[in-house]
């Protein structure tokens, strides 16, 4: 009898004792969210949602709050983000690693030329994933969005079936040479979007799908906050970039790939070059030969030129080398002009 005293009791105890762990977790995960609310107040931002509110017991910690939003006040654009619902995960034994996402449409809106603009992003489900170290510094972060629809004011919409992004510190490296400048601090960036469709591009030659783009960079230089003129103007100066390690665009028929590195000029428009790969330009110049963009006799003329410069990759397939650079507020993949270029940040 006295043990089964005795097992009731320690039963008693460990219920009890896991009852005042979760408890713990969850006010400590109430006390991280308005640490991370104070901080962003104090560099100039408005915070305001809901109360939070706890639940999932016993097997998870839940913390979910409503109308969150974010602004900017003192930025010339005024950038206001609001969400239906945001919530937060963890599991008691694994505080370190956290689930978030959203509920509902998130909706933008701010101010550019004098005019205001918005964007709606709605999807099916919006996760993501987060893992600290001891002293609470974010070390990996991931988000995968499945049938994003973003609805801008001032352009036609924008679908993908699926968007992910990956983030990580980049490990230092385990020797330095001597008298080696200490290196910047790094984080590797994964962005992959599957079958993206851009309405504005309905006449454009390749069609206004791209069934494949992911790009692998590393950001190099740290941000001071969140990212705005005088944040991004810091980064820079101080020999910021962003190393493009693997570039790939499959779109129609055609196909791209590039690498290099891209920073930011006196007025915050892109600056830099990438080496890239294009196949199926023989599609390409179809294309516009049937819209009508370029005729026959051009078209074949530049495809006679372009398969003498053309070269064969180890899968046999066929593709031209060419720089992709942006300066001077252009992009420009060999000499041929393609685009203008603003500020990363937008217009005053």
Do not use: C
Not at 57 to 77: D, I, S
Not at 92 to 97: A, K, L, V, Y
Not at 240 to 249: K, R
Request: hydrophobic fraction near 40%; proline fraction near 5%; aromatic fraction near 8%.
């Amino acid at each position: 009898m006295r043990i089964l005293y005795s097992g009731i009791l320690a039963l008693i105890v460990i219920a009890g004792g896991y009852v005042y762990w979760w408890h713990h977790v969850a006010d400590r995960l109430v006390e991280l969210a308005d640490n991370w609310r104070e901080r962003r107040i104090s560099e100039g931002y408005d915070v305001t949602h809901d109360p939070l509110v706890t639940s999932g017991f016993p097997y998870r910690v839940k913390v979910t709050t409503e109308n969150l939003a974010l602004a900017n006040p003192t930025h010339v654009q005024s950038l206001v983000i609001r969400i239906p619902e945001f919530w937060a995960v963890v599991q008691p034994w694994q505080i370190n690693h956290v689930i978030f996402g959203t509920n509902g449409d998130i909706k933008a809106r701010w101010q550019e030329n004098g005019e205001e603009r918005t964007l709606d992003v709605s999807s099916a489900s919006a996760l993501g994933s987060a893992t600290f170290n001891l002293q609470g510094r974010l070390q990996t972060v991931a988000l995968d969005i499945r049938e994003l629809d973003a609805l801008p004011s001032w352009h036609p919409p924008l679908t993908a079936h699926r968007v992910q992004l990956h983030g990580r510190p980049m490990p230092p490296s385990d020797t330095k040479a001597q008298n080696e400048k200490p290196k910047l601090a790094a984080q590797q960036i994964v962005l992959r979007a599957e079958d993206v469709t851009v309405d504005s591009m309905a006449d454009f030659p390749l069609g206004r799908r791209i069934e494949d783009f992911s790009i692998s960079a590393v950001l190099h230089g740290q941000i001071p906050r969140l990212p705005a003129e005088d944040t991004l103007a810091i980064w820079r100066d101080n020999g910021g970039y962003v190393d493009v390690e693997g570039l790939n665009i499959k779109w129609g028929q055609s196909a791209m790939t590039g690498e290099g590195a891209i920073s930011l000029d006196d007025r915050m428009r892109p600056l830099g070059i990438l080496d890239t790969r294009i196949s199926g330009y023989g599609a390409i110049l179809a294309a516009l030969t049937e819209t009508r963009q370029l005729d026959a006799q051009t078209a074949r003329t530049i495809g006679f030129g372009l398969n003498l410069l053309s070269r064969e990759d180890e899968e046999g397939r066929r593709y031209i080398a060419l720089p992709l650079s942006a300066q001077d507020g252009g992009m420009y993949l060999g000499p041929v002009f393609l685009m203008q270029l603003g500020s990363v940040i937008g217009s005053k």
